[in-house]
């Protein structure tokens, strides 16, 4: 008898022991783990705003990470969520507690005043802010740059022999880096320069004044006793007049339109000069935009995410929910291959995700496949498609390849709506302990349980 009894006990002491191999989410099928000799766990730990002003960003991208999980629901990785509040103080705090799980690889935060107060050194970060400035090969960002936004617009204007270019927008953080970018990008086209810019103080209300900077004298219709020189100006079209081909301008939201507003007044439209502008698709509803260009992102392999994410919540996900998405699902299938690190992805090629190929750049940037589309009423169409790869050269002038720049990219874009659990009911943050494993539930079977 007593032997059996220590028989039992060392069964029961094999069992206890068996590694526990996990992800968010589990199906009610029971499997057998396997050992810890055929496979190791990859700790990655994701660093967002679940509480705060910005809560409905970080939930949204959380949601969208754990899509991704399901996706990928065999993988080795065992992802953490850690609350930055969406403040600089609660990014350091996540960081600390991220490090000490002895995390592979950190993803987030989401701003970069977030990303500003994190050590330098230490576990390697991929974020989602795209201030450039803050960025090593230990601190990388997955965020779309203005330098590829820049680099389709400037070449499809040179495969246009569009060689004179004007620029206006803010002079501010954003405003340097978009002229830095164009002083890049335009070195590729041969005879390209940039002829006209006007950069305005930001809180600037009246900015017709930085518009004349950029046009060619105008003269009063009203005016009496015209001069024949100025009845000459008058006569001729100002497209015959201006100084630029096409017309880039770094301004989105109410202030765009107000621009667009003072450019239409002088004759300067879409119709008459190509106008390029930075900022999103989603957010072009004014009709005054008409006919602008600007760049997207590709949408072609977004449909099991769209779907699901629609299917959970009843919304459409934001492209900040995109971005978490594809970052979790490459780290995801890096995991089934090995160890996951940053260094790991930025040896990688490409990853095709819901927005297309992406590659890491070992200065911490990154190249985004782009492509260029013209606002058409309420839809758009497409001008030039996102390039299937980045190295088949191009074929004008020196388009060699995709060249990477230092650049930021423009403000980030909050959700429409308000985020609910998978069983409709609104999430809310428990007092708990600052980390949380999810206990692999699967999307709709309880509900999704939040980490702090």
């Excluded at 987030?108 to 201030?131: C, I, N, Q, R, W």
């Excluded at 299937?388 to 388009?399: A, G, H, I, M, R």
């Amino acid at each position: 008898m007593k032997r059996l009894w220590i028989l039992l006990a060392l069964i029961c002491s094999a069992c206890t022991s068996a590694p526990k191999i996990s992800s968010f989410f589990q199906e009610k099928n029971i499997i057998t783990p396997p050992s810890e000799q055929e496979i190791s766990v990859s700790t990655v730990s994701m660093l967002l705003p679940l509480t705060g002003k910005q809560e409905e960003i970080g939930k949204n991208m959380q949601n969208a990470a754990l899509i991704a999980l399901q996706k990928n629901k065999t993988s080795p990785v065992k992802l953490l969520f850690f609350d930055t509040k969406g403040t600089p103080e609660g990014a350091k705090e996540a960081y600390r507690w991220a490090e000490a799980q002895n995390s592979d690889m950190i993803l987030g935060p989401v701003f970069s005043s977030e990303l500003a107060a994190l050590p330098t050194l230490g576990t390697g970060v991929l974020s989602y802010t795209s201030d450039s400035t803050l960025l090593n090969n230990r601190r990388a960002s997955f965020a779309v740059l203005i330098a590829d936004q820049i680099r389709q617009m400037v070449r499809y204007a040179c495969e246009n022999e569009q060689y004179r270019l004007a620029a206006i927008g803010p002079e501010n953080k954003v405003g340097q880096i978009v002229m830095n970018a164009m002083d890049e990008a335009i070195k590729q086209c041969p005879g390209m320069s940039l002829t006209k810019y006007a950069l305005y103080n930001e809180k600037e209300e009246n900015m017709t004044p930085s518009v004349l900077k950029i046009l060619p004298p105008m003269i009063d219709i009203k005016k009496k006793d015209l001069t024949p020189e100025e009845e000459e100006i008058l006569a001729t079209p100002i497209q015959e007049r201006v100084e630029f081909d096409s017309l880039f301008v770094f301004e989105e939201g109410i202030r765009l339109s107000q621009l667009m507003a003072i450019l239409a007044f002088y004759d300067v439209t879409p119709k008459a000069f190509p106008i390029y502008t930075l900022a999103s698709v989603k957010s072009l509803k004014d009709s005054m935009l008409n006919n602008v260009l600007f760049t997207d992102l590709s949408t072609t392999s977004s449909t099991y995410f769209t779907r699901q994410y629609m299917q959970f919540f009843g919304q459409k996900p934001s492209r900040l929910a995109e971005l978490a998405y594809d970052s979790v699902d490459w780290v995801a299938q890096q995991a089934e291959n090995g160890s996951v690190h940053l260094i790991d992805l930025q040896n990688m090629d490409e990853f095709t995700g819901v927005n297309g190929l992406v590659r890491l750049n070992s200065d911490g940037t990154n190249n985004r496949a782009m492509r260029l589309v013209q606002k058409k009423g309420k839809s758009v169409i497409e001008i030039q498609p996102a390039p299937e790869n980045f190295d088949v050269p191009e074929k004008q002038n020196d388009w060699l390849t995709m060249p990477t720049f230092q650049s930021d990219d423009l403000t980030l874009i909050s959700p429409e709506s308000s985020v609910e659990s998978l069983d409709g009911s609104e999430l809310s943050t428990p007092s708990v302990s600052p980390v949380q494993q999810h206990e692999n539930q699967f999307p709709g079977q309880d509900k999704i349980v939040d980490a702090i």
